[in-house]
């Protein structure tokens, strides 16, 4: 790509990054509030809906990209596909944004997309692992991992959406790498997706941290969850780099370990998973004196992380590949071990 190129691509995303701000700035207005309770980590009502930015912006320069710049077009079924679903998913987290619908009617609309996603083609069938090779899975087993996918990704961005720019500054981060990753690959549609998604967070950001005027809430958290997911997917394409289906999965490797941790402890526990808490690690971070502006910025940090061990990644050799995500598990173990440290010394007992 040329500097040319480039200063028109980052001047477009600017002018998407200037339309998220702008109805941003207009959900304010609006103000469908979030009422603070036990499990909230704000103590006054506060707008929420501001995703709704983040969504028209990344649609409009998807549409724009869809009428001038064929090269970076999946194809139209896969096109067609992704964004009819990923509006489906902003439309469902709306309306719970307003009405609070229950987790097993956010989950089927959830699935619904997602098969939608799937249903156009894209999903990952062949894995290419080092020394050996090719692994066809089957298109069966391929949807089915790949709509697995979807919904633990699209939930866990929705579920670490908890504390001020948390979630919304873990995906700028993702987004950034990911373009770059993209770039060098010359996967051009993940490129172009990425930049407008990480635009269209940008515009909102300002709103949201470190002082929060409004929150992203679930139109907001499933939708970047859900392209990032669908992102994720595409990237698992780029055929000349192995193992590239665990690129996306490294750049949110905090948010996904996260959550993760959180449900298998709180199976083991004997909780009921569908109920609400405030048992995630940001949450008991916080809650045991950890500034908030602080827990983001350890989450940018893991994604910053992820996004130089892909860099790494992309460059190691096949064999050494394998060793990489491995190593992003580190970090996470010893955030794991600091929060339970906080947590005893402030006397939090069960999560």
Same mark, same amino acid.
């Given at each position: ?90 439309? &469902? ?32 069938? &062949?894995?290419?692992?080092p020394v050996i090779g090719a692994v066809d899975i089957g298109w069966l087993a391929g949807a089915t991992v790949t709509v697995a996918w979807i919904l633990f990704a699209t939930n866990a961005m929705n579920f670490i959406d908890g504390l001020n720019g948390l979630a ?50 679930? &139109? ?12 994720? &997917? ?118």
């Amino acid at each position: 790509m040329t500097y040319l190129a480039l200063l028109h691509h980052l001047t477009f995303a600017a002018l998407i990054a200037l339309v998220s701000a702008l109805v941003v700035r207009a959900m304010v207005n609006v103000r469908v509030m979030d009422l603070p309770n036990e499990r909230s980590a704000h103590a006054v009502p506060t707008p929420r809906g501001g995703g709704v930015g983040i969504v028209v912006a990344f649609l409009l320069g998807v549409s724009v990209l869809y009428g001038f710049a064929s090269f970076a077009r999946l194809a139209d079924p896969y096109f067609r596909g992704v964004i009819l679903a990923s509006i489906a998913i902003a439309v &469902v987290g709306f309306v719970d944004d307003l009405r609070g619908w229950p987790f097993v009617v956010k989950l089927a609309a959830q699935v619904v997309a997602a098969l939608a996603a799937v249903g156009s083609g894209l999903f990952v069938e &062949v894995f290419r692992v080092p020394v050996i090779g090719a692994v066809d899975i089957g298109w069966l087993a391929g949807a089915t991992v790949t709509v697995a996918w979807i919904l633990f990704a699209t939930n866990a961005m929705n579920f670490i959406d908890g504390l001020n720019g948390l979630a919304a500054g873990t995906a700028l981060v993702a987004c950034a790498f990911l373009a770059v990753i993209a770039e060098a690959q010359a996967g051009w549609f993940v490129y172009f997706a990425a930049l407008l998604l990480g635009a269209g967070i940008a515009g909102f950001l300002p709103f949201n941290f470190p002082r929060a005027r409004i929150f992203m809430g679930d &139109v907001g958290s499933q939708f970047c969850g859900f392209v990032l997911a669908v992102l994720g &997917v595409a990237a698992s394409r780029f055929g000349v780099v192995e193992m590239s289906f665990l690129l996306v999965p490294m750049l949110l490797s905090g948010v996904l370990y996260d959550v993760a941790f959180t449900l298998v402890r709180r199976a083991v526990a004997g909780e009921r998973l569908t109920q609400a808490h405030h048992g995630h690690l940001y949450q008991v971070a916080h809650r045991a004196g950890m500034d908030a502006r602080l827990v983001a910025a350890m989450h940018w940090g893991f994604a910053a992380l992820g996004g130089l061990v892909c860099l790494a990644f992309l460059a190691a050799p096949g064999p050494l590949k394998p060793f990489l995500p491995i190593a992003l598990l580190l970090p996470q173990l010893v955030w794991t071990l600091y929060v339970a440290a906080r947590a005893r010394r402030a006397a939090i007992g069960r999560w």
